[in-house]
């Protein structure tokens, strides 16, 4: 079993700047792929940014750029850095794991485990 624990949301003006962080606790001691997803109101959930063991990042179309993931291998913990954040960005966001999993794929199905999700709000 794996928990995962985010943090960092909050609101911000458009054009701020947040960090989210993720912790996972748990069995983490094989390869596995930890990913950044958001649901804003009214919408389906969709990937931001995923990253593997290996520390290979990818992207969804339209997120790189202003979305920057990262993750520190001594803790474990995931990183989603957002810059120029827009009222478009309100949503929350959801941290999430695909274990045993040596490539990642930006799908809801892929992962198997998921915070409990952190509001982003972005104010005009």
């Known amino acids: 079993q794996v928990q995962l624990t985010e943090s960092g949301g909050g609101s911000v003006q458009t054009g701020g700047s947040l960090t989210l962080s993720c912790v996972p606790s748990?069995?983490?001691?094989?390869?596995?792929?930890m990913a950044w997803f958001r649901q804003a109101p009214g919408k389906k959930r969709e990937g931001i940014a995923a990253?593997?063991?290996?520390?290979?990042?990818s992207y969804a179309d339209g997120m790189k750029g202003r979305f920057i993931i990262s993750k520190d291998n001594a803790v474990n913990a995931l990183s989603l850095q957002m810059n120029s954040l827009k009222p478009e960005d309100t949503a929350m966001y959801y941290c999430?794991?695909?274990?045993?999993?040596?490539?990642?794929?930006?799908?809801?199905?892929?992962?198997?485990?998921w915070g409990q999700g952190t509001q982003v709000t972005v104010s005009s």
């Open positions: 999430a794991a695909a274990i045993g999993a040596r490539f990642c794929v930006l799908s809801n199905s892929f992962y198997n485990y």
């Open positions: 748990g069995d983490t001691n094989s390869n596995y792929c």
């Open positions: 990253i593997d063991s290996d520390g290979r990042a």
